[in-house]
């Protein structure tokens, strides 16, 4: 019989940036994603339809980075001992959007081999094996944001991450929860191995090093020295660093005001993120600056930011659940009048668990 899984698209209202560096992040789990349906072969084979991309078919080991299928090949190459195949189904809503659209896919066919292969894996070994899938194999130099979120998301809280040592703290949403969240996604997608994410990533890891001596990322540097010592940077890695500590502060700080429902500063605290993305940062797009512009602008809105690398995709905010509809449509019409040739979606995202499987039969749709 065949089987389904769920693999949730995820939001990071604060922490842009600053996971690969070991910094604390805020994300959550919404209630679209990937849905995959998937049954055993008896060679090991591996058989891909996608409703986005098409089919493929491989076998373990192999791995073309530049096909669409190379989340499916990097995911059996990290799995050891695969003796089946599978055929899967793969259905996604938002692709490249900036929800991580790619580690929930990853997860997902993560989750399917190991069960086909009866591998049994703890959340802590997949959120492993998902960092390996894209950080190894896909050479993407990410952190832990992502599988952490879509492993451990919970309908009811913001999660708040040590992204050291991979804890996960959940803070559970204030009450009555008079909030929504909105996603206005672009319409132009983004591809991280081909933006300019790693670069970045690596003035960040530069800027450690120039600050102490066998420092491996930014934090592994105390806030006071990178005061003392700010001034000793070039100007683009200077700027990286800010952002990160400023960020740092602003999780922090983001994560008192969710558990006090302080909801008008924790908009502010993602308006802060989002312009220090942009000035210190340096990842936004001219599309996704002007749409979080006017997100933030529109009434009933708290605060928006770039949701994923800032290269395209998404921008997700934090809104008063009574005006949130109406905000959608006027974010819709007033950004559709400006980019005519953009098939921009605009709409109210619900929060949902994290990955799961999905019953068949009579039950079918209800997550296990």
Known sequence: MNKQLFSPYRICPIGAHIDHQGGPVLGRTLDIGTTVEYEPLDSKKIVIRSNHFGEANFHPGD???????????????????LKRGLLIHVYGTLVGSGLSSSASVGLAYLKALADVNEIELTDEQLVQLEYRLEHDELNLQIGLLDPLT??????????????????VTPVHD???PDFAWIVAYSGVSRELTKSGFNGRVDECLQAAASLKDGANKLSDIPPGMFEEKKGTLPVPLRNRATHFFGEVERVQQGAA??????????????DRSCESSINNYESGSRILVELHELVSSTKGV???????????????ALADREPAEAACAEIMEKFSARHPDLPPKVFVAE?????????????LGVRE
């Open 302 to 316: 708290y605060g928006s930011r770039f949701s994923g690398g800032g290269y395209g995709g998404c921008v997700v």
């Open 351 to 363: 929060t949902g668990d994290g990955l799961s499987l999905l019953r068949r039969g009579a039950e």
């Open 174 to 176: 204030p009450a009555p």
């Open 150 to 167: 879509i492993v451990f998301g919970k309908k009811d809280a913001l999660l708040y991450m040590d992204t050291i040592i991979a804890s």
């Open 257 to 270: 005001a969710w558990k006090a429902g302080n909801l008008e500063f924790f908009g502010r605290l993602m």
């Open 63 to 81: 791995l073309d980075r530049d096909h669409w299928s190379r989340y499916a090949q990097a995911a059996a190459r990290v799995l050891p001992g």
